[in-house]
């Protein structure tokens, strides 16, 4: 059984507005407590907010929550505690319902069984013969992401290690999109708040970002849509190319919405009974694993996080997730946080 407690707060450079904080019965909480949304930022480095947002390694933030307070029911994290398992390229196939077909590429070997299609991440992810997508496993919002055909796989790594010190890749099948307008390419990005122990809320719009220049160009612009990639493109103009999910004429944003909420609901329940065998007494972390097994996930009820939530739409209309990204940008959608 769930107690729903409603609080309210007032975030530094934020809105007032309210939420709802999911606490489990006793044992884990024995009396009523005052819950207090503590916002990262207040505790964290003295880094600005916008480099620790653009920053590779963005646990500075996750840092500055005072953990043993969330812990002890004291306060409400504007984080969860362990979400490696959202954010991470090469852990989120192992959770997701419907992504890309993934391996693991750590060096040209890993290539040659990604090409013999040998081992993959998920045995049931989605294929489609329209070569390969190559990221950093721990990246975000196309930062690093390549493009290649089906047998340049192990040149295309080469080059984009010999540009970046990280050593651990994923190489996925790309997916084909739904084309807009002339020929565009385009992916949805969604907002999913994922809040204690686990439930996801999918917000009710979803951005279409499309690219600046059609498929046919055969360059980056036309292959990669995110919006910080093209917004300094000469064609791009945010009217045709940020779009809103609702007035897209060319799309069913209800049924997209509703297959949305489907494949993140997928991906929380598949967390949830993973996190449940491995949670330890009463809530609190389990000691360090005897088996050598890292753990990927860990949701507290006091926690909360917000997700932009990257997926595409293939020419049958079916949608594909392709990635969890942290600290969204409000920007696109043009509302406040307390709008959202």
């Known amino acids: 059984q769930k107690r729903s407690q409603t609080a309210q707060t007032q975030l530094s450079g934020w809105e007032t507005f309210n939420f709802l904080v999911l606490v489990p019965a006793a044992p884990f909480v024995t009396a009523p407590r005052r819950l207090v949304l503590v916002p990262a930022a207040r505790h964290s480095s003295p880094l600005p907010r916008a480099a620790m947002i653009n920053a ?40 997701a319902p419907r992504m890309p077909l993934t391996w693991t590429i750590a060096g040209e070997a890993d290539c040659r069984r990604a090409e013999r299609r040998e081992g993959p991440l998920n045995e049931d992810g989605v294929f489609y013969e329209e070569g390969w ?21 192990e040149k295309t790594y080469n080059e984009a290690r010999a540009g970046d010190e990280r050593s651990l890749w994923v190489a996925q099948r790309a ?22 122990d686990l439930e996801c809320f999918v917000f009710d719009d979803a951005r279409v970002l499309v690219s600046p220049v059609p498929m046919s160009d055969d360059n980056d612009h036309a292959r990669i849509t995110n919006r910080s990639f ?8 945010a009217a045709k190319h940020n779009q809103s999910l609702r007035v897209c004429g060319e799309l069913d944003g209800a049924a997209l919405l ?43 009820p006091n926690a909360w996080e917000l997700f932009g939530v990257d997926a595409m739409v293939t020419p049958d209309n079916q949608l594909v997730l392709l990635e969890f990204n942290p600290e969204p940008s409000m920007g696109m959608w043009g509302l406040t946080k307390k709008e959202i």
């Open 56 to 95: 590779r390694d963005v646990s500075s933030a996750w840092k500055g929550v005072p953990w043993p307070r969330v812990f002890a029911q004291e306060i409400v994290a504007d984080r969860l505690f362990l979400r490696s398992a959202l954010i991470r390229k090469d852990l989120l196939p192992r959770y």
């Open 133 to 153: 997508c190559l990221k950093p496993a721990d990246s975000s919002n196309a930062f690093g992401i390549r493009f290649c055909a089906d047998d340049d796989l």
């Open 175 to 196: 997916i084909p999109s739904l084309p807009l307008m002339q020929g565009n390419k385009f992916h949805l990005r969604l907002l999913a708040l994922v809040v204690g």
């Open 230 to 237: 093209n917004v300094d493109h000469a064609a791009y103009d």
């Open 258 to 300: 509703k297959q949305a909420r489907t494949l993140i609901a997928g991906v929380a329940k598949r967390l949830a009974k993973a996190d449940a065998l491995r949670r330890g007494v009463n809530g609190a972390p389990p000691p360090p694993s005897t088996t050598g097994e890292k753990r990927h996930f860990f949701a507290l």
